[in-house]
């Protein structure tokens, strides 16, 4: 292979990769589509899963797509009303769903839950908004207040045909939609359309629709009264069943539905007394009032020695519960717990109700521990053995995060290189430690990190640095890093203070990262590395022939054969003293329904003479939400270093017998030519309430063919891994 | 015939990296908006080394190339 092939293909990479820097700008549009997919989404993946931090994030972005007129307030309502039910049915926060829904019904009086994701909780918080909002109606006792009925969503065509038994065409069209909307779980919806065809037709079956749809949407009180109706007027038409059954319903409701006794304050005038903005007779205070299930707000005012004074407290009405409440009155503004709850119903604005929500969350950390075993043998007789335990703490709204790492790695090795040399089986073990960080500057993601290698005869210190910035709604991620590594090389029971070498390496990592489309993305990289020193290694000794021999030595002859063929003298091994490096590498990614395919490529060249090309893929399957499979595939071909010979010649000085060794020479096989041929797999199970827990194995078999090397034609490794994590928040 | 063959080998790859480009490049970058990121928050969508610590080091013994993915090298008197 010419350098010059590998430098025009090196250049194309990189032009071709810069013509997608120049991608055109889209226009602006209306985001209500997408936003309406977003919604969809993250209630029916983040918030069906139980990801309920996850889906406020994700809504999040809905609103700042919604920014000033993006949207409709149709969609702004539907946003409000997610996040009403991600507040109530998963995080159990009455207070911030209500509000929510408060703002929802702001931007949209006629908007609705998801009949698929609403919950008794959700439907209790979102009963309570309607009550605060001007056209609710909210009841405070059994017989329920008479409030500005809602309107239906359609409205009757005119003329169309009805059964035997009806007598308006109207009262039959509203109850069909009513049927329909019963089917779909609409139940405000259906008690709309009962309420506009009593309106038409006062029908005793009817009635019943409304009371059930009334109980299941949690409008107890109101179900209780149109139950107690049917109880009454469908025994005189002969309708005993529904009777019954009506009967039945509102006994059920009594004995269900939560009161609240309301304890009015000593030496109050002109005391003002609302749940859910309905004002309370005077005569109903000290009794028992009862109330729909869910959140209820008690306001009160009055007048204490002339000071206007107020009172506010919200309560959580369960079935079966009765709740007291004891007025007391304070001065305005004093809201104590309640701050949160007024800033959100007071939010005029979206920036409001976000700043309401954010001064109420403390910080959040996520913690991420991890233990990982792995080990490899080969038919090369070497054999490692390698624990590591990793930790790392990531602050999602700080925008920071830092970890640490520490790896010990064992190596007994009596290779054929090793034996060669007459050398025995020598063990050795590594030291790890690291440590790093990042913090996020507006756009801006600055990372810093260190690491140490300690063993016997090598020491290694880098830290180094890097800046990534998100650009174009984070669809494009360029990236810069650097780290220098200071490596000092040694012998082994020697110390560096007699025998030491010294190696400087600086690396430059470019990389940009490009957001395809929803599913997609690419990433390419730039490596380069320069390195200073002498990386000869001071034990590797290599066989020496005479030129005419040398030219003979057959490919993978063996350790005999070499010591039979061999000149007397051994040279130890010399490498050039500087060295660069250079890679490009591409990785695409794509994500389907419940897979994700990986495939990476690397093109390598270094002032060596080596070349080099890896390719891997991975097909990482989820096949069920715990449980995720991968079977990979690597495939590495590299050449030799210019300098790489399996047998090098020496000549011998007629004169003093010396011998001329060639000035560049190693035994480094991975310094040849080879191609390696790894096949793996892993799988992944994640285990515990939250899924928090995960443990992971992984095995490769690793096939290497030497092409041009002396004693080993190839080997066989087979690697192994086992990974216990756990994610804390 | 062993040059031969790696010849051959390398020329296919870069073939098969330049059409990935081609491809790519003809399809360009559309604008997604933050929240229809749902796919790409996957964990296996990083863009990361999702490489083991063992794996990683195995990797960079056993083959003469480095970098790609960061890094400066071995940072060890592993070879």
């Known amino acids: 292979m010419s350098r010059r092939f590998f430098a025009s293909s090196f250049s194309f990479a990189v032009l071709a990769l810069f013509a997608l820097v120049g991608v055109r700008d889209a226009r602006a549009a209306s985001n209500d589509k997408e936003v309406e997919a977003l919604i969809e989404s993250v209630l029916q993946s983040d918030y069906a899963g139980g990801n309920f931090k996850q889906a406020l994030e994700q809504l999040e972005f809905g609103k700042q797509a919604c920014e000033g007129s993006s949207c409709s307030a149709k969609v702004r309502a539907k946003l409000f009303i997610a996040f009403g039910t991600v507040f ?66 359609k409205t009757w065509p005119g003329g169309g045909r009805f059964p035997r038994g009806w007598r308006s065409a109207e009262a039959y069209f509203y109850y069909n939609e009513a049927t329909t909307s019963e089917a779909s779980r609409d139940w405000l919806d259906c008690v709309d359309y009962t309420q506009a065809s009593l309106q038409a037709e006062n029908r005793v079956t009817t009635r019943f629709l409304t009371a059930t749809c009334e109980e299941r949407g949690g409008l107890w009180t109101e179900a209780l009264a149109d139950f107690q109706i049917v109880t009454d007027a469908a025994g005189k038409i002969g309708l005993h069943d529904v009777g019954n059954l009506a009967r039945q319903r509102a006994q059920t409701l009594r004995e269900k539905t939560p009161k609240v006794v309301i304890r009015r304050p000593a030496k109050a005038d002109a005391l003002v007394v609302t749940i859910n903005g309905v004002e309370l007779a005077d005569a109903k205070l000290g009794g028992e009032v009862w109330v729909n299930p869910g959140q209820q707000t008690i306001r009160a005012q009055g007048k204490v020695n002339g000071a206007e004074l107020e009172f ?131 756009d801006v993601d600055a990372s810093l ?66 957001v395809l489309d929803k599913s997609t993305f690419f990433a390419a990289a730039l490596t380069s590395v320069l390195e200073n020193g002498d990386t000869s290694k001071p034990y590797r000794y290599l066989p020496m022939f005479a030129p005419d021999v040398a030219k003979r030595v057959p490919i993978g002859l063996s350790i005999d054969g070499v010591n039979k063929n061999r000149l007397t003298i051994r040279a130890l091994e010399q490498l050039p003293t500087n060295r660069q490096r250079w890679a490009v590498a591409g990785l695409l990614g794509h994500r389907f329904t419940a897979s994700t395919i990986r495939v990476e490529e690397r093109l390598y060249v270094d002032s060596w003479g080596l070349k080099a090309s890896t390719t891997e893929s991975q097909f990482l399957v989820d096949m069920n939400e715990r449980v995720r499979v991968w079977p990979s595939l690597r495939f590495h071909v590299q050449s030799g270093a210019s300098f790489w010979q399996h047998a090098y010649a020496a000549t011998s000085s007629t004169k003093d017998g010396t011998f001329t060794l060639p000035a560049l020479r190693t035994g480094d096989r991975e310094l040849g030519p080879l191609y390696g041929l790894t096949i793996g797999g892993g799988a992944r199970y994640a285990f515990g309430e939250k899924k928090s827990w995960a443990i992971s194995v992984n095995a490769d078999i690793v096939y290497t063919r030497f092409l041009d090397h002396l004693f080993l034609l190839d080997r066989l490794g087979l690697f192994g891994a086992t990974t216990l994590e756990v994610d804390l928040e | 015939m062993t040059k031969k063959i790696l010849r051959t080998l390398a020329s296919c790859v870069i073939t098969s990296v330049a059409m990935i480009v081609a491809l790519v490049a003809t399809t360009g970058c559309s604008t997604v908006a933050p929240y229809e990121r749902g796919k790409l928050a996957h964990p296996t969508m990083a863009a990361s080394d999702m490489t083991g610590f063992g794996e990683a080091h195995l990797r960079a013994i056993s083959e003469g190339a480095t970098g790609g993915s960061g890094g400066t090298g071995s940072g060890c008197g592993c070879n």
């Open chain 1, 449 to 514: 990190k260190a690491n140490l290698s300690h063993e016997p005869d090598y020491l290694a210190i880098s830290f180094g640095g890097g800046a990534s910035i998100d650009l174009r709604q984070k669809t494009i991620t360029p990236a810069l890093s650097y780290e220098f590594s200071h490596d000092i090389s040694g012998r082994a029971g020697t110390p560096f203070s007699i025998y030491r070498r010294d190696i400087n390496r600086h690396g430059i990592n470019a990389s940009v990262t490009f």
């Open chain 1, 88 to 153: 109530a049915g998963g995080l159990k926060k009455g207070p911030e769903a209500k509000a929510a829904f408060s703002a929802a019904l702001k931007e949209d009086p006629s908007a609705k839950l998801f009949p698929s994701f609403s919950t008794p909780e959700v439907q209790q918080a979102f009963n309570g908004a309607h009550g605060d909002a001007p056209a609710g109606a909210a009841a405070s006792s059994a017989k329920p207040d008479v409030a500005a009925p809602r309107k239906p969503k």
């Open chain 1, 312 to 442: 506010e407290q919200a309560i959580d009405a369960a079935e079966l519960e009765t709740a007291t409440v004891e007025i007391k009155l304070g001065p305005k503004g004093a809201r104590g717990d309640q701050a949160m709850m007024r800033c959100m119903l007071g939010a005029q604005t979206r920036d409001d109700f976000a700043k309401c929500l954010k001064s109420d969350s403390g910080p959040s950390l996520d913690l991420h521990l991890a233990t990982e075993l792995s080990g490899y043998h080969d038919s090369d007789h070497v054999d490692t053995f390698t624990p590591a335990f990793v930790a790392s703490a990531e602050s999602p709204t700080g925008g920071w995060g830092i970890n640490g790492s520490f790896l010990i790695d064992v190596v007994t090795a009596a290779s054929a290189d090793i034996i060669a040399t007459a050398s025995p089986r020598w063990r050795e073990t590594r030291y790890v430690p690291s440590i790093g960080g990042h913090k996020k500057l507006g």
